[in-house]
């Protein structure tokens, strides 16, 4: 598939912004009364910052954005649909969660738990809008969602790790130390999930693609002289060398330069496993195989 | 219940691409506005078709086969494009089971190109909205064309007339009986898509022909011009 770089930037984003949430949400539960309610507003206004960062990216993606509000109708069956639903309602949850903290409301810990499960709900809404779709076997599959959770929260505590470097000093170690064990389980679940799909084999072959039941078929024509929607959507254009680079990008800005950098610059970290994640969602794309491909494969 | 669809017969598909234009034609000329075409008579010309045909070589020379491939929506009866549409424009018709795009809803989000297996939705650059084969559902119902006018565009314009048109559900309409007497199958049945649209294959068409038929008893060999041979058994003029 051809990376689209809205739905890089949106997955990237809010995910960093659901995990920061999760981690604010921990943060109070187990030492909310050591710390001012400053911190929860700052680290609530970064988290939705960074949903708002990715909802304008996603609205880039659309070709007729004004009609975007339609996209919540058909929730019963797209899991687009669910996710259009879900993230305004989690944006709405950590708005709450902050204005809650910064007027001295109260209830600050059940709103907590409400955005904790919204922004579960939307990581598996997320994830599921690939996995949903059956002909691409490399995004069908479990650990398409388990991906987006663990990175998603592994981005998130860095990010609050190096937040809390600025506004909580004291509780910088803590968080960096969780952030390098989720960054740990994301080598697992991603290195799972490349090793997985770098040896599926393909369910449909040309031969079932046009019923021809013959091992040498070779295409001669495609329908067009200049190329089509087939051929631009469903292939990344880029060579295999640019690809391998993606992926060296991947494992050295999602895990191994982070994994280095989190104790000691978790500002640093979080930049560099930004950038990684965006190599990470990058490769997501192009690692997907669309049988459609199989009937652009030559022309002559 | 109805399910209206194409039975392209590739055994007699010439490749001529008349299809294609009358599609074209007739998409571009339809209410819903003109099917963009991007650089036409520059480089790299492309545009939005609803159906394209393509080419194969099957077999190692001189054991080939040419195999003109027309490919367009397949109005599958479990579509695989329908339920990812978080907007409800793309939808199966319940009774013709047509697959069709309301453009004035559609989003342009391109999520159902990608859960279709066959790469038959082309997204429209200049309207950008998804655009797919509509099975012609402007013509096949309309009252003020002859009835044996309404009939898809590229269905009319098979020179060879290899696409035929009509219900697939109802067991004795020419497709149904096309599909049950010529091998009709599906593409990428493993996608369970259940295609409405179905391909009759290639066949070598062969007859065969005993000795005795060559040398028919009541049509004496003599007044075929073939030489005389002793060994034939008797013509009837001569047993008489
Ligand atoms: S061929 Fe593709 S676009 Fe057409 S109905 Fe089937 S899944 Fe949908
Ligand atoms: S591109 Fe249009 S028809 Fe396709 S899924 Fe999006 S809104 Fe629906
Ligand atoms: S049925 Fe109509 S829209 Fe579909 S391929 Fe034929 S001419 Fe084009």
Redesign the interface.
């Known amino acids: 598939m051809r990376p689209a770089f809205s739905v890089l930037f949106l997955t990237t984003l809010i995910g960093a912004g659901q995990g920061l949430f999760i981690t604010l949400f921990f943060v109070e539960l187990l030492a909310g009364s050591s710390l001012s309610a400053g911190f929860f507003v700052g680290g609530s206004f970064l988290a939705l910052v960074l949903l708002g960062l990715g909802g304008i990216s996603s609205v880039f993606h659309l070709g007729h954005p004004e009609r975007a509000w339609r996209a919540m109708t058909m929730w019963r069956t797209s899991w687009l649909a669910r996710e259009g639903i879900a993230l305004p309602a989690f944006i709405a949850a950590v708005f709450a969660y902050g204005v809650a903290h910064w007027l001295n409301l109260g209830y600050t810990l059940v709103i907590g738990v409400v955005g904790v499960v919204l922004a579960i709900v939307l990581f598996v809404c997320t994830g599921m809008i690939y996995g949903a779709i059956k002909v691409l076997k490399e995004w069908a599959h479990p650990l398409t969602i388990v991906n987006f959770i663990v990175l998603g929260c592994a981005s998130g505590t860095t990010l609050a790790a190096a937040y809390a470097s600025f506004a909580a000093p004291e509780l910088t170690i803590t968080l960096a130390q969780a952030a390098f064990a989720l960054t740990v389980l994301g080598v697992v679940t991603r290195v799972s999930s490349l090793w997985r799909n770098a040896t599926l084999r393909p369910t449909s072959t040309l031969q079932t693609a046009i019923g021809i039941r013959h091992p040498r078929i070779v295409q001669k024509s495609q329908g067009s002289m200049g190329g089509s929607y087939n051929t631009r959507e469903f292939f990344h254009g880029k060579s295999a060398s640019f690809v391998r680079g993606i992926l060296v990008m991947l494992v050295l800005g999602v895990f191994v330069l982070p994994l280095a950098l989190v104790m000691v610059l978790p500002l640093l970290a979080f930049i560099v496993q930004y950038l990684g994640l965006l190599a990470e969602r990058w490769y997501f794309f192009a690692e997907a195989q669309h049988p459609q491909n199989l009937y652009y494969q030559g022309k002559s | 219940m109805t399910q209206l669809a194409l039975v392209i017969d590739l055994n007699v598909c010439v490749g001529c691409?008349a299809c294609?234009t009358n599609c074209k034609q007739w998409n571009t000329s339809g209410a819903a506005g003109a099917l963009v075409d991007?650089?036409p008579y520059e480089?790299?010309?492309?545009g939005?078709?609803f159906n394209?045909?393509?080419?194969?070589?099957?077999?190692?020379f001189p054991q080939t086969e040419?195999?003109h491939?027309p490919?367009s929506c397949l109005h599958c009866e479990d579509p695989?494009c329908?339920?990812?549409?978080?907007?409800?424009?793309s939808y199966k018709r319940k009774e013709d089971g047509i697959v069709l795009v309301d453009y004035d809803?559609?989003?342009?989000?391109?999520?159902c190109?990608?859960?279709?297996?066959?790469?038959v939705?082309?997204?429209d650059?200049q309207?950008?909205?998804m655009t797919k084969c509509t099975l012609c559902v402007d013509r096949i119902y309309d009252e003020s064309l002859p009835e044996e006018r309404r009939k898809p565009s590229c269905v009319l314009a098979c020179p060879p007339g290899a696409r035929l048109f009509g219900d697939v559900h109802d067991p004795d309409s020419e497709v149904s009986v096309a599909i049950r007497e010529r091998g009709g199958?599906?593409?990428?049945?493993?996608?369970?898509t259940k295609p409405a649209n179905h391909?009759l294959?290639?066949r070598k068409t062969t007859v065969t022909v005993r000795s005795d038929e060559l040398y028919r008893s009541d049509n004496p060999h003599k007044i075929d011009g073939a030489p005389f041979d002793k060994n034939l058994p008797p013509t009837t003029e001569e047993l008489n």
């Open positions: 691409h294609v991007c650089n480089q790299d010309p492309n939005t078709f394209r045909v393509q080419t194969f070589e099957v077999g190692e040419t195999v491939f490919k695989a329908v339920p990812v549409c978080p907007t409800g424009a809803k559609c989003i342009g989000c391109k999520y190109s990608w859960a279709c297996p066959y790469g939705r082309e997204f650059e309207r950008k909205v199958y599906t593409l990428m049945p493993e996608a369970n391909y294959p290639r």
